[in-house]
């Protein structure tokens, strides 16, 4: 059994434009709890975006700063928490994730790279943002896989259905045997 009493309901992982932000919030709202978007938890801590943190103290410092306000936010919250896409890439963070209900938004790269093409992410600024898409997502796939306990097309719908989706796929693992 992952996730319990003491811990969110369910932590969202998955690359850029998967939807862990317009997805959780949804979830939150089906499921009556509170939301937390890491990255907008980052940006409320430091008074910086994303971008100004990446240029400014640079991309370690980032990943750092993400380590701690994930792990308070893990040991903190209850209700459904989304982590920015490159936070698994830190082990602290995935081991943080351990014995947590994660759910992994899966995402191919075209429909992934049309959702945040245009957009500031700073890992997308340098080169052909297509193919630097495309590159992180195959590299970061497995990493994704292997912390999460339950995985969902997150193209497969709109966000409410993969919302439901989740729903059921929680329900099923606290009930596993329906008898009606
Ligand atoms: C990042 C993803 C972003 C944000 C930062 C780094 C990444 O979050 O944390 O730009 O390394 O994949 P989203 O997944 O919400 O875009």
Same mark, same amino acid.
């Given at each position: ?8 309901? %369910?932590? +969202?992982?998955?690359?850029?434009? %998967?939807?862990? @932000?317009?997805?959780?919030?949804? +979830? ?22 994303? !971008? ?5 103290? &640079? ?57 945040? @093409?245009? @957009? ?6 340098? &080169?052909? !943002? ?5 590159? +992180? ?7 994704? @896989? &292997? ?6 097309? %997150? ?15 929680? %329900?099923?693992?606290?009930? !596993?045997?329906?008898?009606?």
């Amino acid at each position: 059994m992952t996730g319990g009493p003491d811990r969110p309901v %369910a932590v +969202l992982v998955g690359f850029m434009g %998967a939807g862990k @932000s317009t997805v959780g919030r949804i +979830l939150a709202d089906k499921l009556g709890v509170d939301f937390v978007d890491t990255d907008a938890e980052i940006v409320t801590r430091t008074g910086q975006s994303i !971008p100004e943190i990446f240029t400014g103290a &640079g991309p370690t410092r980032f990943r750092q700063i993400e380590c701690d306000v994930v792990t308070d936010v893990l040991e903190n919250h209850r209700g459904v928490v989304a982590l920015g896409g490159g936070a698994v890439t830190t082990e602290a963070v995935r081991d943080a994730l351990d014995g947590h209900r994660v759910v992994h938004l899966k995402i191919g790269a075209e429909d992934g790279f049309s959702r945040v @093409s245009g @957009s500031d992410r700073p890992l997308l600024a340098a &080169g052909d !943002p297509a193919t630097r898409y495309r590159e +992180l997502l195959t590299e970061r796939a497995e990493t994704y @896989s &292997g912390v999460a306990t339950i995985e969902v097309d %997150a193209a497969d719908g709109d966000a409410q259905d993969v919302a439901d989706v989740i729903i059921a796929a929680i %329900a099923r693992e606290l009930v !596993p045997e329906r008898t009606t």
